[in-house]
Structures are given as structure tokens and as C-alpha cells.
């Protein structure tokens, strides 16, 4: 399970559909580690969580290493200009991060989003 993007993912997508409060983070960090291996469905599937979420997951440790991994994928000064105009006029860092991974699940494979760009902004 440690080195199996898929299975880690897939035991994350079984465990969130039958979900409660105890799950939660475990799903989370099967998909968290499923997007260090650059599994597509993983990093867009790490986007929708952190956009469901009005400000924070309240988990700083999670959190944080989400930022790094996201740095690490694409640091944010390499990002397109056309997606940092779009974060930066975002209200909070969830909904960042939520484009952030959306973004790096679509150049990875997995190109259509998820749902409503955050704010009703439309992809363009």
C-alpha cells in the first residue's frame, strides 16, 4: 500500500463513501499520499476537499504539508500568470490550494474539473 498510488487511492475513495468523522483524515492522507506519487485523480480529489472546506481543514501539520507538496510540484512563481491572477483574487488559502491541486490534477491527466470554478468564475 505504501508504494501503490491506485490503491492508496482507491482505498481513500471507498473509505469517504462510507465516511464519518474517524475516516476523515485517514482518506485524506491515503490521498495525500497518492498525490506524492503524482496520482491525477488524488491531487483533484485533494482540491475538492480543501474547496468544501470554508477556511481551513483545522489541521496545520496536514495543511502544511499540502503547501509543500504543492510547491514542490510547481512552485508558485512557475505557476501560469492566468491561473495566479485567478488565486490571487481568491477570499481565503482553502479555495487557493483547491485551484492549486486542481490545476496540478489537469496537467497530469485528469483535466476536467471537479466542479464550479471557486466564487462562480468559470475556467476559461
Not at 471507498?14 to 497518492?34: D, H
Not at 495566479?84 to 491527466?109: C, H, M, T
Amino acid at each position: 500500500l505504501d508504494k501503490n498510488d491506485i490503491a492508496q487511492f482507491v482505498l481513500g475513495s471507498a473509505l469517504e463513501s462510507s465516511s464519518n468523522a474517524q475516516t476523515f483524515a485517514y482518506y485524506r492522507n491515503l490521498y495525500f499520499r497518492s498525490a506524492t506519487k503524482g496520482n491525477s485523480f488524488a491531487l483533484t480529489r485533494l482540491g475538492s476537499i480543501f474547496d468544501s472546506s470554508d477556511t481551513s481543514l483545522e489541521d496545520e501539520e496536514f495543511e502544511t504539508k499540502c503547501e509543500a507538496l504543492l510547491d514542490s510540484l510547481s512552485p508558485r512563481d512557475e505557476l501560469p500568470n492566468a491561473l495566479l491572477y485567478a488565486i490571487d483574487s481568491l477570499e481565503n488559502r482553502s479555495q487557493e490550494k483547491a485551484v492549486r491541486f486542481w490545476y496540478e490534477g489537469a496537467i497530469r491527466g485528469n483535466a476536467i474539473p471537479p466542479g464550479p470554478f471557486p466564487e462562480g468564475r468559470e475556467w476559461e
